[in-house]
């Protein structure tokens, strides 16, 4: 009954490192996506695959890489972390025209 | 470009009464439109889905949206609201072609009071 798990839950990084955010599914979906979500905006989407070993950028990609490892596993990473990348990093998978199920986020701090 | 707008920040109403919930969107196609809603410290939940047929969608926990294509709008409602229903709710959309990616609005915070 895991869904969508995404790991760390929390961290905290300084200005300038990096930092790779997991999420893995196990609803054998095909789709997997990768959001933000700051106050007042909603969630906005940084990066999507489409299937394993499709990647294309989303509304806010810039200082954001990711690599789909596989069909359960898709990971965000930020290669130098800055302050503006303080957020509540959201993972979701779904299939075609049906719901995205979404892990319980990462709530990431940028000192 | 798909966009969705969520007029209100916070809605407030008495526990029984009925609740609404107002969203509004512009895409280009034929729209896909979701109700999800967030409860502190975690995920998105889905509520419930339009995506063709009848224009009176019922979800979960007793939330319903009417799509009216006139109006560009999908209101989430709930006859009598529970004070567990308080939560943040976000309305989105996505069109039947291409990336299928979710725009979402800026959220609607529910507060229902005993």
């Known amino acids: 009954n895991a869904g969508v798990t995404q790991t760390p839950k929390f961290q905290v990084l300084k200005t300038g490192q990096s930092m790779t955010l997991q999420c893995a599914q196990d609803?054998?979906?095909?789709?997997m996506y990768w959001y933000r979500q700051d106050p007042g905006m909603g969630l906005r989407l940084i990066y999507y695959?489409?299937?394993?070993?499709?990647?294309d950028k989303g509304e806010v990609p810039n200082g954001y890489n990711v690599s789909r490892l596989n069909k359960r596993e898709f990971s965000l990473r930020l290669e130098s972390a800055a302050p503006s990348q303080t957020s509540v990093y959201f993972c979701?998978?779904?299939?075609?025209?049906?719901?995205?199920?979404f892990g319980d986020g990462t709530r990431l701090s940028i000192l | 470009a798909q966009s969705v707008a969520q007029p209100e920040d916070q809605v407030n109403v008495a526990e029984g009464n009925p609740l609404t919930v107002k969203c509004t969107y512009s895409?280009?196609?034929?729209?896909?439109l979701f109700w999800y809603v967030q409860y502190p410290n975690r995920g998105l939940q889905f509520l419930l889905k339009?995506?063709?047929?009848?224009?009176l969608v019922k979800g979960s926990y007793g939330f319903e949206a009417e799509f009216n294509k006139s109006q560009t709008s999908f209101h989430l409602k709930k006859p009598s609201a529970l004070v567990s229903d308080s939560a943040l709710y976000f309305c989105?959309?996505?069109?039947?072609?291409?990336?299928?990616?979710?725009?979402f609005g800026s959220g609607t915070r529910l507060q229902v009071q005993p």
């Open positions: 695959s489409a299937s394993e070993g499709t990647t």
């Open positions: 979701a998978s779904s299939t075609p025209n049906q719901p995205q199920h």
């Open positions: 895409v280009s196609g034929n729209p896909y």
């Open positions: 609803m054998n979906h095909n789709s």
């Open positions: 339009y995506i063709t047929g009848d224009n």
């Open positions: 989105a959309v996505s069109v039947d072609t291409g990336r299928r990616a979710l725009t």
